[in-house]
């Protein structure tokens, strides 16, 4: 069980909730890491009084150092101060909860450091899961998934003495915004739109994948990795409801799925606090008596394509991973700064998938020449 902890990515949406949990559950923010936001820095660095506060931004960090000049809270900036944080000695645990490829060099830093890695940042599987389980195996690091679909495997998978009698995992999938529409209907789609999940509250990137369903594609990547399992093993169920977080069919044909509130702080809580379960944190509960009928069906390829594009590169290997993610960052950056519409994210991709090459087995400076090379074919 956790007690010291850092937050890489504090003032994003996970990071928020990771520190609702950590203030629930009697545990102390160690180190917290953020991108720019000074005024949110600023706040949690004053209520929760962690040893260090990093900004990527080196501007936003010199503000941030003049506004906590009255405390004892060190302020540090840069990928040099990220990197530091993450490598806090005084936290037992990372989350890793900093938004797409950036997030890989910490979390690998942290991972070095032999610290439990509560993994939020699914991209940094999707791109290098070989090399990141490799060292967290080099280094006695143990990786416990935040994601509500993997921390759902994850549990649903404890009693599992042999891998072998796994069937198939099915991750399920809202199925996001635009669920049964056309892509003649999804031409005018706007970036509101596309923002309006409706079941999560989340940040805006994840959001735009939830509605794309290449989140559920990153997903599929990021279980090969984590549980040792080939694509073909691996499922994509439409469950709209959002209360069955994922499923395991074993080798006899039974089920086992793990339910609960569509509410991130039940996953992150587990993450911190495994392999006990503790009373007293945020979550809400389930009310199976007002929850409604539950749902299911097959998700829709040939509208969302971006799904089709991930379990494609999935079954390619290499880096692969590396270049769907790369292309689909910049692609959704693109779409969110209103330069595409919604049905060019999955266009851009795919030009990207076409043009740059995969390499096999690949080391670090493969993978994130295979990110550079993909953003810029969609550029």
Known sequence: MSQKVTILG?????????????????????????????????EQARQFRPKLAALMDEAAAADLRVRLADTDVRVVSGEAGVLEAAAFPGADTAIAAIVGMAGLRPTLTAIREGKRIGLANKETL???????????????????????????????????????????????????????RSAEELSGVTKEDALRHPNWSMGAKITIDSATLMNKGLEVIEAM?????????????????????????????AMIAQMGAPD??????????WPKRVSGGPSKPLDLW?????????????????????????????????I????????????????????????????????????????????LEADRAAREAVR
């Open 225 to 253: 990795h984590l549980y040792r399992m080939p694509p073909e093993k691996i499922s994509v169920l439409i469950h709209r409801e959002s209360i069955i977080h994922s499923l395991v069919e074993y080798c006899d044909n």
């Open 10 to 42: 504090s003032t994003g949406s996970i990071g928020r909730q990771s520190l609702e949990v950590i203030a629930a559950c009697g545990m102390e923010a160690a180190a917290l890491a953020a991108n720019s936001d000074v005024k949110r820095m600023e």
């Open 290 to 322: 007002n929850c409604g009928t539950l749902s299911f069906g097959e998700p829709d390829l040939e509208t969302f394509r971006c799904l089709a594009l991930a379990l494609e590169s999935a079954k390619r290997g290499g880096t692969a991973g590396a």
């Open 126 to 180: 999707v791109c290098a899961g070989p090399l990141v389980l490799e060292e967290a195996r080099d280094y006695g690091a143990r990786i416990l998934p935040v994601d509500s679909e993997h921390s759902a495997l994850f549990q649903c998978l404890e009693g599992c003495k042999d891998r072998r009698e796994i069937k198939r995992l099915i991750l399920t999938c809202s199925g996001g915004p635009f669920y049964g």
């Open 264 to 273: 991130m702080r039940l996953p992150i809580q587990y993450a911190l606090t």
């Open 324 to 367: 769907l993610n790369g292309a689909n960052e910049a692609a959704v950056g693109q779409f969110l700064a209103g330069k595409i519409g919604f049905l060019e994210i999955a266009d851009r991709v795919e030009r990207a998938i076409s043009q740059v090459p995969v390499v096999q087995d690949p080391g670090l400076s493969d993978i």
